[in-house]
């Protein structure tokens, strides 16, 4: 019976099944209803054929409105995920989803388990997808709270990008309104819902986004006493994990692998990867070059799959890891929608005039291949890294390579000095 149309017996509507499942010998159909552009659940007995045994009493209006439906219901059949099922999301927003975006929202919705890194390159709408993928659970039921932890600077962007695309209003909420909130306690009990706590203020609220280091675990902090430091976790983190969301998206999420397994950063991420059933990391740098980090990273989504780094392998990782590199990204034409990058050798030849210039060229040419052969033989790779600085110093301009060297041969006269002043 999937995706066919019915008539619910119930709304006295057309509908579309969207999903049927069969639970202890009972049937269940998610329905569509287009009258009401809701998405429910109702047995299946209670569906009937569209068919002229049903003898609608239905009006000129009534038949031009669900000829209509019919019509985006065609529409929609275009617009299918991965398993088949319709897609509602990008009809429902505001925005018009780019083809790789579409992909993103199929693949991510496709499994029942919706845990996955978002790893599209800069520029590619990573929070397009995660709010496609929002508005595409909340219509099916599936998702009510919601929790967007987002680096300081990105936070209200979000805010603006979920409620212009989306429709979707968020509570931005910041360390200095932890105060507020709890005096407000009173004011949100008598609206509460079945999350609602009086002490946890982020159950005041169903869908809210939050700097990431505000609520990130504390150790200890000068001048602070430990029940300081405990009533600080308490509030910023060990209430945020407890607070009972149901979709957690994390935004610039490499920051949450930390150096080691004891940093604040990846025990918050541990707390969130617990925290709901739905899981989106959204980033565009998710390895970096370090293997331990990106490790933890995938911890997060899934830690069964990857209990140590020998277990993080490509094709494993293809499991949670939607990407789409700009090079393969089109526009709804087929068209690339960046310009293909070239790069070519131009040869550059020395005049006359550029005698002295050339001078200096060589001499820190010979300069930075000394210093950079003798770093890295020395496993000194930051300066390895300091001595190409400097030849692209060179053809910046005089002045920029001679601040450079000055500042260098200060640096060696102070070196000299101390290990004289210790030979003395």
Same mark, same amino acid.
């Given at each position: 019976m999937a995706s066919k149309w019915q008539y619910s017996t119930i709304h006295n509507s057309p509908c579309k099944v969207v999903e049927e499942q069969t639970l202890w010998g009972q049937t269940i159909c998610r329905i569509w209803l287009p009258d009401s552009d809701a998405i429910v659940k109702v047995p299946k007995k209670s569906l009937q054929p569209l068919s002229t045994q049903l003898q609608p009493t239905a009006q000129a209006d009534k038949i031009i409105y669900i000829?209509?439906?019919?019509?985006v219901a065609e529409a929609l059949e275009g617009t299918s995920s991965e398993d088949g099922q319709v897609l509602l999301a990008p009809i429902e927003s505001n925005v018009i989803p780019l083809p790789h975006q579409i992909h993103a929202l199929s693949r991510a919705i496709?499994?029942?388990?919706?845990?996955? !890194?978002?790893?599209? =390159?800069?520029?590619?709408?990573?929070?397009?997808?995660?709010?496609?993928?929002?508005?595409?659970?909340?219509?099916?039921?599936?998702?009510?709270?919601?929790?967007?932890?987002?680096?300081?600077?990105?936070? +209200? &962007?979000?805010?603006? =990008?979920?409620? +212009?695309?989306?429709?979707?209003?968020?509570? !931005? /909420?910041? @360390?200095?309104? #932890?105060?507020?909130?709890?005096?407000?306690a009173p004011v949100f009990a008598e609206n509460k819902s079945s999350h609602f706590q009086a002490n946890n203020p982020w159950t005041f609220f169903d869908? /809210?986004?939050? @700097? !990431?280091?505000?609520?990130?675990?504390?150790?200890?902090?000068?001048g602070w006493s430990d029940e300081q430091v405990a009533k600080y976790n308490q509030d910023r983190f060990?209430?945020? *994990? +407890?607070?009972?969301?149901?979709?957690?998206? /994390?935004?610039?999420?490499?920051?949450?692998?930390?150096?080691?397994? &004891?940093?604040?950063?990846?025990?918050?991420? &541990?707390?969130?990867?617990?925290?709901a059933p739905y899981l989106l990391l959204l980033s565009a740098t998710p390895h970096q070059?370090?293997?331990?980090? #990106?490790?933890?990273?995938? +911890?997060?989504?899934?830690? =069964?799959? #990857?209990?140590?780094?020998?277990?993080?392998?490509?094709?494993?990782?293809?499991?949670?890891? *939607?990407?789409?590199?700009?090079?393969?990204?089109?526009?709804?034409?087929?068209? @690339? !929608?960046?310009? @293909?990058?070239?790069t070519e050798m131009v040869p550059i030849r020395?005049?006359?005039?550029?005698?002295?210039? =050339?001078?200096?060229?060589?001499?820190?040419?010979?300069?930075?291949?000394?210093?950079?052969?003798?770093?890295?033989?020395d496993k000194q790779h930051h300066f390895g890294f300091l001595m190409i600085l400097m030849q692209r110093l060179v053809v910046s301009s005089t002045r920029a390579i001679r601040t450079t060297l000055e500042?260098?041969?200060?640096?060696?006269?102070?070196?000299?000095?101390?290990?004289?002043?210790?030979?003395?």
């Open positions: 000829a209509a439906a019919a019509k496709s499994s029942d388990r919706v845990r996955y !890194l978002l790893a599209d =390159e800069v520029g590619l709408g990573k929070t397009i997808e995660a709010g496609l993928v929002i508005r595409e659970l909340k219509l099916r039921g599936l998702v009510r709270r919601v929790l967007i932890i987002a680096p300081k600077g990105l936070a +209200t &962007q979000w805010v603006a =990008e979920m409620q +212009t695309h989306f429709n979707e209003s968020f509570q !931005l /909420v910041l @360390p200095s309104d #932890f105060k507020t909130l709890n005096r407000l869908q /809210v986004i939050a @700097p !990431l280091d505000s609520v990130k675990p504390l150790e200890k902090r000068r060990e209430n945020l *994990i +407890t607070a009972g969301w149901d979709l957690v998206i /994390v935004d610039e999420a490499h920051r949450l692998g930390g150096s080691t397994d &004891q940093v604040a950063r990846f025990k918050l991420g &541990q707390g969130l990867a617990e925290a070059g370090k293997s331990d980090a #990106f490790h933890r990273i995938m +911890t997060l989504v899934d830690e =069964e799959t #990857f209990p140590d780094e020998a277990s993080v392998s490509r094709e494993k990782v293809a499991t949670f890891v *939607i990407r789409t590199e700009k090079r393969k990204s089109i526009d709804a034409d087929g068209k @690339p !929608l960046f310009k @293909p990058r070239k020395w005049e006359d005039r550029h005698f002295e210039q =050339e001078l200096l060229y060589e001499a820190v040419t010979d300069y930075v291949r000394e210093g950079y052969n003798q770093a890295i033989k500042r260098r041969l200060e640096a060696l006269q102070a070196d000299k000095n101390i290990i004289s002043q210790r030979l003395d």
